[in-house]
Nanobody, 116 residues
Framework: QVQLVESGGGLVQAGGSLRLSCTIS????????MAWYRQAPGKQRELVAR???????NYVDSVKGRFTISIDNAKNTVDLQMNSLKPEDTAVYYC??????????WGQGTQVTVSS
């Protein structure tokens, strides 16, 4: 079983920054890819950023140039640095990992609220 624990969410003013961290109960090397998703009220969950085990990243257009996803192999975390936050970034952010057997696992989510 894989456990994911997110941290770092909170309330921030527009233009501010937050860093989300997802601690994984297994080594990061045990996964094909890791990602952050978000779900705003009344909207579908969307992929925000994804990173493969080979370090290839991709981002939803709305966060390109503002968000950065990274892996810390020593700490077994996948982090999301969020800069220049906008009110439309307000959502619950979820960590997701996909195992080498292509099984997905999800964290419980962390709330990010950006005030205008």
């Amino acid at each position: 079983q894989v456990q994911l624990v997110e941290s770092g969410g909170g309330l921030v003013q527009a233009g501010g920054s937050l860093r989300l961290s997802c601690t994984i109960s297994r080594r990061t090397f045990d996964f094909n890819a890791m990602a952050w998703y978000r779900q705003a009220p009344g909207k579908q969950r969307e992929l925000v950023a994804r990173i493969t085990s080979g370090g290839i990243t991709n981002y939803v257009d709305s966060v390109k140039g503002r968000f950065t996803i990274s892996i810390d192999n020593a700490k077994n975390t996948v982090d999301l640095q969020m800069n220049s936050l906008k009110p439309e970034d307000t959502a619950v952010y979820y960590c997701n990992v996909v195992s080498l057997g292509n099984n997905p696992y999800w964290g419980q989510g962390t709330q990010v609220t950006v005030s205008s």
